[in-house]
């Protein structure tokens, strides 16, 4: 079997470091048994491996995307050789097509257990916490001029969903700048940059008001709430106004151990939240915790002042209220709940779609508050993660 030298392209801008090397294959009726040098065996069945294949007939290298569909060839599609030269898996089809595998990049993507419980475990990055928690603090000038800095930084607003930026400019629209360095903002009907002050009876929110302000998420009222958001403090001088934040997975979790009937109807039975004014009407029917593929928490929509009159069946009105009673209680329990005040320069960074936030009522005459906030998607975050994560 003829062999060219060059390593083979992968459809990926990733690299997959060689972890273990191929030994042998042993050829099955529908797929191809691989061994590894850790003695691992991962089966790689014909229409997987032909599916992808990364020549530059079946995947355009500018892009490297996919170009082949796989009923572009037939279902039963066997190979005529196979065999592992120079450490690569080599498939001589028997239709013509030959295809060669990069063992970094087979391994990456094997489909026995073990790879597969090697991969979620990997995924599993989350860490709740309580309010014992040390929020991770960062430095703004070494942010915003080191990418080591960065990336450690946008991983524990991955893995703990706080974070703490201090030595930010106070001068308005400074965050602007700092929240760039992982993504472009996502503006809202309430700005790109929004004011969070008391403005009394202009206001268009009970954030704009000096009242306490309960646990809550930023516009469940949307199809996809904000990832990121970014809360700067350019002063901060008046009586309480402090931040309360609470792991909104901790006690997600906590009511999955402690009354799993409460979650399941809280992952299950939808409400409706509304943000209204006179230019607007925002309206979104979702619950209040979603699960993601694999079945992990992966988001807390809340917001008890932008709430709709509960809609469910009349069978189920009393499991829904007991539910979301408990729910509330838990965003009321110490255990949960870490508090704060943000200090001049300081800034607030979390994962809105999981970390619960909260303010203290403040008296706006004993002194002025200001803060300034945006949004980021978490989508952006997880990119800029993984893209400066390459070849690191
Ligand atoms: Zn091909």
Same mark, same amino acid.
């Given at each position: 079997?003829?062999?060219?030298? =060059?390593?083979?392209?992968?459809? *990926? ?43 530059? =007939? ?54 026995? *257990? ?97 009242? $306490? ?16 958001? &970014? ?5 901060? $001088? ?10 909104? &997975? ?10 799993? =009937? ?9 409400? =409706?939240?509304? $943000? ?33 009159? &509960? ?50 009522? &403040? ?30």
């Amino acid at each position: 079997m003829e062999t060219t030298l =060059e390593r083979p392209t992968i459809a *990926d801008w990733r690299t997959y470091p060689q972890t273990a090397a191929l030994t042998s294959l042993r050829p099955q009726a529908d797929r191809l048994d691989l061994v590894w040098d850790d003695g691992r065996v991962s089966p790689f069945h014909h229409q997987w491996l032909r599916d992808n294949c990364p020549c530059g =007939e079946c995947v355009y290298a500018v892009t490297r995307e996919q170009v082949l569909e796989i009923i572009d060839v037939p279902a039963d599609l066997a190979p005529e050789r196979a065999a592992i030269e120079l450490g690569y898996l080599c498939v001589h089809w028997s239709d013509g097509h030959r295809s060669q595998f990069d063992p970094g990049w087979l391994r990456a993507h094997a489909y026995d *257990d073990d790879s597969r419980a090697e991969r979620l475990a990997a995924h599993q990055t989350t860490r709740v916490w309580r309010r014992d928690f040390e929020v991770p603090v960062f430095q703004h000038d070494q942010l915003m001029e080191d990418d080591s800095a960065l990336l450690e930084w946008m991983l524990a607003l991955r893995d703990l969903g706080l974070s703490r930026v201090d030595g930010v400019p106070t001068a308005p629209g400074s965050l602007h700048r700092i929240a760039q360095r992982i993504a472009f903002i996502r503006e809202t009907n309430f700005g790109v940059l929004f004011d969070v002050k008391s403005k009394a009876a202009a206001a268009d929110s009970n954030a704009y008001t000096a009242f $306490n302000l309960p646990l809550h998420t930023d516009l469940p009222t949307r199809e996809l709430q904000p990832g990121l958001q &970014f809360l700067h403090c350019l002063v901060n $001088n008046a009586d309480g106004g402090d931040s309360v934040f609470v792991d909104g &997975f901790a006690i997600a979790q906590a009511l999955r151990d402690e009354a799993p =009937e409460d979650f399941r109807t809280l992952c299950e039975m939808p409400i =409706e939240f509304r $943000n209204k004014d006179r230019r607007s009407d925002y309206r979104c029917l979702a619950p209040v915790i979603a699960l993601d593929a694999r079945g992990e928490i992966s988001e807390i929509r809340i917001a008890n002042f932008l709430r709709g009159p &509960f809609d469910a069946p009349a069978e189920r009105m009393e499991a829904l209220y007991h539910a979301w009673r408990a729910f509330l209680s838990l965003t009321r329990d110490p255990r949960f709940r870490l508090q704060q005040k943000l200090r001049a320069g300081q800034m607030w960074c979390f994962d809105n779609r999981r970390t619960l936030h909260a303010r203290t009522a &403040f008296d706006p005459a004993s002194g002025e508050r200001h803060l300034q906030g945006c949004y980021i998607d978490r989508d952006e975050l997880l990119s800029r993660i993984l893209v400066l994560q390459r070849g690191r």
